[in-house]
């Protein structure tokens, strides 16, 4: 299946933004803030890591976006991302977690993301900004919907 630039990047962003679901591992931080930043931090080394599995248990079932995307989808975007890429470095910055009570939060991410692969010139380079909503279930920091675009372009 052939995917043009535009296509790839989409797939790539929505693999960022599923990438930072995962809930924390080992003892629970002190605040609903922190978990969330560690939970950044966990998504974060999944990608690198390229551990689709991982990543898949920080959605939560009922996630679907704007794009009609649900969790199956995400998933084989992973599986086709990993699969370009040979290695991933990703670089994040949180611009903002909003906390509902200490069952959902709004999280605002800008992501730097590149890769080496068997392009043209051997490695890609994005970066995009991220909107999302967590839920917490059964203790732990799932995604539920996510919003995206290119840094300077309109998140959607």
């Known amino acids: 299946m052939m995917l043009g630039t535009t296509g790839i990047r989409m797939r790539q962003a929505l693999i ?17 803030e922190a978990e969330i930043r560690e939970w950044v931090a966990s998504g974060q080394r999944h990608v690198e890591e390229k551990d689709r599995n991982a990543l ?6 009922d996630y679907q976006d704007a794009r009609g995307n649900k969790p199956a989808d995400i998933e084989n975007m ?10 991933i470095e990703l670089l994040t910055r949180i611009n903002d977690i909003r906390i509902f009570g200490d069952t959902a939060a709004e999280l605002d991410l800008t992501v730097g993301m590149a890769g080496t692969n068997d392009g043209v010139l051997g490695f890609s380079a994005d970066a995009y900004n ?11 920091w799932l995604l539920i919907a996510g919003r995206w675009g290119e840094v300077g372009h309109e998140v959607h």
């Open 130 to 140: 991220f909107e999302m909503e967590l839920v917490r279930e059964n203790g732990d």
């Open 16 to 32: 960022v933004c599923a990438s930072f679901v995962l809930s924390a591992c080992g003892d629970a931080p002190e605040s609903p």
């Open 78 to 87: 992973f599986r086709l991302y990993f699969l370009r890429q040979h290695s």
């Open 56 to 61: 898949m248990n920080m959605i939560s079932p």
